[in-house]
């Protein structure tokens, strides 16, 4: 099984700055790696596929990089909607998912 | 828009098994695999399996001894059925479209495992 581990576990930022996010596979998945937005109560929302394409209805200030074991979601002027739980997902060997980074206001 | 929904039971007995079924509109489930994902209360989501319309199916190795999932092109519906659940398979269940990327989710049911 393919690890996925997120870091760090909680993100405080303040509106308008930047979020860094990690994403790290225990073995190659190549690109096959997305992120995904959960707020409480709600289904996960694709926000990024193909390690870097952005899903239908994105706003550009997501961003998406990184290949092989080593991935980054970068979230650029954050507004109040993007206060939220970030998961990352491999699809290389079965589905697995990351714990998870909250990002929380500062 | 393609959209699903999960339906089934809310409340299993331990040692029983759980049941539940999606129905996919705006979609015909003859395209893509479709899974069956879930979140115990807390912790990170878990992905239990995958169908496709043809019967190509692949499960999570750690649930593949307790777990079936069905399609039924008809009603254009997946099902899914894990076997003699425990407290640990308390979750909320989500179906969801998948080809490797997971575009359309359900809303998600919370499904207790308890007597």
């Known amino acids: 099984e393919i690890v996925m581990t997120q870091s760090p576990a909680t993100l405080s930022v303040s509106p308008g700055e930047r979020a860094t996010l990690s994403c790290r596979a225990s073995q190659s998945v190549s690109s096959n790696l997305a992120w995904y937005q959960q707020k409480p109560g709600q289904a996960p929302r694709l926000l990024i596929f193909g390690a870097s394409t952005r899903a239908t209805g994105i706003p550009a200030r997501f961003s998406g990089s990184g290949s092989g074991t080593e991935f980054t979601l970068t979230i650029n002027s954050l507004q109040s909607e993007d206060f939220a739980v970030y998961y990352c997902?491999?699809?290389?060997?079965?589905?697995?998912f990351g714990q998870g980074t909250k990002v929380e206001i500062k | 828009q393609v959209q699903l929904q999960e339906s089934g039971p809310g409340l299993v007995k331990p040692s029983e098994t759980l049941s539940l079924t999606c129905t996919v509109s705006g979609d015909s489930i003859r395209d893509y695999y479709w899974s069956w994902i879930r979140q115990p209360p807390g912790k990170r989501l878990e992905w239990i399996g995958y169908?496709?319309?043809?019967?190509?199916?692949n499960y999570n190795p750690s649930l593949t001894s307790r777990v079936t999932i069905s399609v039924d092109t008809s009603k254009n519906q997946f099902s899914l059925k894990l076997r003699s659940v425990t407290a640990a398979d308390t979750a909320v269940y989500y179906c969801?479209?998948?080809?490797?990327?997971?575009?359309?989710w359900g809303p998600g049911t919370l499904v207790t495992v308890s007597s």
């Open positions: 169908i496709s319309y043809s019967g190509s199916i």
């Open positions: 997902q491999q699809f290389n060997n079965w589905r697995t």
């Open positions: 969801a479209r998948d080809w490797g990327t997971i575009d359309f």
